[in-house]
């Protein structure tokens, strides 16, 4: 067991997901759009930061590590420059932890290389109230202090609770309260797709 901030948590255990009842509402990106809006961000991060030198990409656990890794393989084809590219996990830095599960997944983060000074571009699927980029920031301060911290995302969702904006939008989507945003990733998933869902 470690202890952490008050909270127990079984590293060997599995957090059991809170299953409701959804229905597809409508289909947003296909994997064509996806690939397409990744290539777009990829080329903004690069004018933006005007070009790589002291860039770094840092994927969010879970899915923005895919993606961390797509916009990475995308700038070392047109720009032909190896960006570094490194995995967050911000489970114990979230405020909402006592909501999210009794019992959270802990994976590793995997940052190989020194941040100080870098400009580094958080990469995540969705950004919703802005509590994840939050928690991801305060993880991230741990291991040094960026020049910059930007922030990208596929989806756009609205309702921020956070005053946090991301810099690089793949597709902003107005949603209800009781609709979710799914994003489905090959490497996670077995498909690629990102579907508007609604709770019933």
């Not at 008050?6 to 599995?14: C, I, K, R, S």
Request: hydrophobic share 45%; glycine share 4%; proline share 4%.
């Amino acid at each position: 067991m470690l202890v952490f901030g008050g909270f127990f948590v079984d590293l060997l255990l599995a957090c059991t997901p809170i299953q409701m009842p959804i229905r597809e509402k409508a289909q947003i990106m296909t994997a064509t759009e996806m690939e397409r809006a990744l290539n777009r961000l990829a080329h903004e991060i690069v004018e933006r930061n005007r070009g790589t030198k002291n860039l770094a990409l840092i994927g969010i656990r879970r899915r923005g590590v895919p993606l961390a890794d797509r916009l990475a393989n995308a700038i070392l084809e047109f720009e032909k420059a190896q960006v570094p590219v490194g995995y967050l996990d911000i489970n114990l830095y979230r405020d909402d932890l006592s909501t999210v599960s009794t019992q959270p997944v802990i994976q590793s983060t995997e940052i190989h290389f020194p941040i100080v000074d870098l400009s580094v571009v958080l990469v995540d699927d969705v950004l919703y109230t802005g509590r994840t980029v939050r928690a991801a920031i305060d993880a991230l301060l741990d291991y040094g202090r960026p020049k910059f911290i930007q922030l990208c995302v596929l989806i756009d969702r609205g309702h921020r609770e956070l005053p946090i904006e991301a810099n690089y939008v793949g597709k902003s989507v107005q949603t209800t309260d009781n609709e979710i945003i799914e994003v489905k990733l090959t490497e996670v998933d077995q498909k690629e797709c990102v579907l508007l869902v609604e709770k019933v």
